[in-house]
């Protein structure tokens, strides 16, 4: 078992739609959560960061945190064109490492 | 967000050449820097952790003579990929933190390398 999962999709979504993305993990150390926005050919820009539990909001773009659970999930409201991208979450403990799910490649049609 | 700018951002490169690749902090000290690889359509694998002025840490099964990584400022890690293999072709990227054990870290534009 991967110590993170991620659908890899492709998730292909109408503009003004909804997307909710999602990963689990199996590590109960992670305590830092991060969603991070990848565009064709470019570095992982980060989107969201999260620590524990939690929501957090940041415009059209709010990240929750269940640590019960082991899930994390990114919702992205009104989406557009220019959101489609491949979305990283990645999670970590308190030391160095970092670990990746495998990103989910979105598209949003005009 | 901090930036991170890679060097350069594409390569070509003949078989058995060397390569190197540049990562710099520009508005912050990273203490720790990350060098990942990152195959078409898959996710980033880690290949080696940098701290400012010591070795680094190579993942399992990352040659680190054939991967060499300079960490030599806080501000500068290189990475050099030696006697280079059309199997070394990748998307290579590093990621930088400014505070030991702070859990974000901020990506460069990353370089993709082709060995031909």
């Known amino acids: 078992q991967k110590e993170v999962e991620q659908d890899p999709g492709p998730l292909s979504v109408p503009e003004g739609a909804i997307v909710s993305l999602n990963c689990t993990y199996s590590?109960?150390?992670?305590?830092?959560f991060m969603w991070y926005r990848q565009y064709s050919r470019k570095g992982p820009e980060l989107l969201m960061y999260?620590?524990?539990?939690g929501n957090k909001e940041d415009g059209r773009f709010t990240a929750q945190v269940d640590k019960s659970s082991k899930y994390i999930s990114l919702f992205i409201r009104d989406s557009q064109p220019s959101d489609s991208a491949t979305y990283l979450c990645?999670?970590?403990?308190?030391?160095?490492?970092?670990?990746f799910g495998a990103g989910t490649r979105l598209t949003v049609k005009p | 967000g901090a930036v991170v700018s890679q060097h350069p951002s594409w390569v070509i490169c003949k078989s058995g050449t060397s390569v190197k690749i540049e990562c710099r902090s520009l508005?912050?000290?990273?203490?720790?820097m990350f060098w990942y690889r990152q195959f078409p359509k898959q996710s980033l694998m880690l290949m080696a952790t940098?701290?400012?002025?010591?070795?680094?840490?190579?993942e399992q099964g990352v040659e680190k003579d054939k991967f060499l990584i300079n960490h030599a400022s806080l501000t500068l890690s290189t990475l050099t990929v030696t006697s280079a293999h059309p199997e070394d072709s990748s998307f290579y990227i590093c990621?930088?933190?400014?505070?030991?054990?702070?859990?974000?870290?901020?990506f460069g534009q990353g370089t993709r390398l082709t060995v031909v």
């Open positions: 999260t620590y524990s539990s």
């Open positions: 590590n109960s150390a992670f305590q830092y």
């Open positions: 990621s930088a933190k400014e505070l030991l054990g702070q859990a974000e870290a901020f």
């Open positions: 940098s701290n400012e002025g010591s070795k680094a840490t190579y």
């Open positions: 990645a999670m970590s403990d308190n030391n160095n490492d970092m670990r």
């Open positions: 508005d912050f000290q990273a203490t720790t």
